[in-house]
Nanobody, 115 residues
Framework: QVQLVESGGGLVQPGGSLRLSCAAS????????MSWYRQAPGKERELVAS???????NYADSVKGRFTISRDNAKNTVYLQMNSLKPEDTAVYYC?????????WGQGTQVTVSS
């Protein structure tokens, strides 16, 4: 079955960096588009970044120039490098894939940006 397991979250000061990882299994990872979403308390879940099989990427305006999504097809893993973090980046971050119009989510990893 499809499994997505996130890791790498934590507490970081404003201006700091974190790298999230999402280990995937149960589907053909190398041919799949992968995404990172986030959900802050009291807010709707929003798309942060996505990457297609060919490597083309897309970012929310709020993270452009600060976050980088990448993938390692040999490891079935997608990453989110987050730099220059701000308090408003505080959220639970989720890995996501759409397979035949069905959404699959990881369990989420908490990112807290605070001094």
């Amino acid at each position: 079955q499809v499994q997505l397991v996130e890791s790498g979250g934590g507490l970081v000061q404003p201006g700091g960096s974190l790298r999230l990882s999402c280990a995937a299994s149960g589907f053909l990872f190398s041919m799949s588009a992968m995404s990172w979403y986030r959900q802050a308390p009291g807010k709707e879940r929003e798309l942060v970044a996505s990457i297609i099989s060919g490597g083309r990427t897309n970012y929310a305006d709020s993270v452009k120039g600060r976050f980088t999504i990448s993938r390692d097809n040999a490891k079935n893993t997608v990453y989110l490098q987050m730099n220059s973090l701000k308090p408003e980046d505080t959220a639970v971050y989720y890995c996501h894939i759409d397979i035949r119009r069905r959404d699959y989510w990881g369990q989420g990893t908490q990112v807290t940006v605070s001094s």
